[in-house]
């Protein structure tokens, strides 16, 4: 049974930093790549940034690109995103998701981290 699961989420004053991690189960981490997305309230899930299976590409929304990095440790099934320089439009619930090798189409996904920017 394949399971992500996403941690570090919370309160953060602007200008700050939180680190989320995404433990996924289930996966050989050779076979997917991870994306992650954010909804805020009253507004549409958005792609964030994402990730191959490798570690070697990654794209980002224009939005979160130079405060943003995304990463992943294989050895221990787990992505990272480490978010700097907060702003309190970042504001959103923060979820994974896994991608096959070969496929588009994200199939797993977690059950989301809450993550609130204070201005």
């Known amino acids: 049974q394949v399971q992500l699961v996403e941690s570090g989420g919370g309160l953060v004053q602007a200008g700050g930093s939180l680190r989320l991690s995404c433990a996924a189960s289930?996966?050989?981490?050779?076979?997917?790549?991870v994306g992650w997305f954010r909804q805020a309230p009253g507004e549409e899930r958005e792609f964030v940034v994402g990730?191959?299976?490798?570690?070697?590409?990654?794209y980002y929304a224009d939005t979160v690109k130079g405060r943003f990095t995304i990463s992943r440790d294989n050895a221990e099934n787990t992505v990272y995103l480490q978010m700097n320089s907060l702003k309190p439009e970042d504001t959103a619930v923060y979820s994974c998701?896994?991608?096959?090798?070969?496929?588009?189409?994200?199939?797993?996904w977690g059950q989301g981290t809450q993550v609130t920017v204070s201005s």
């Open positions: 998701a896994a991608v096959s090798v070969g496929y588009r189409r994200y199939k797993y």
């Open positions: 990730i191959n299976w490798r570690g070697d590409s990654t």
């Open positions: 289930g996966l050989t981490s050779s076979n997917y790549g």
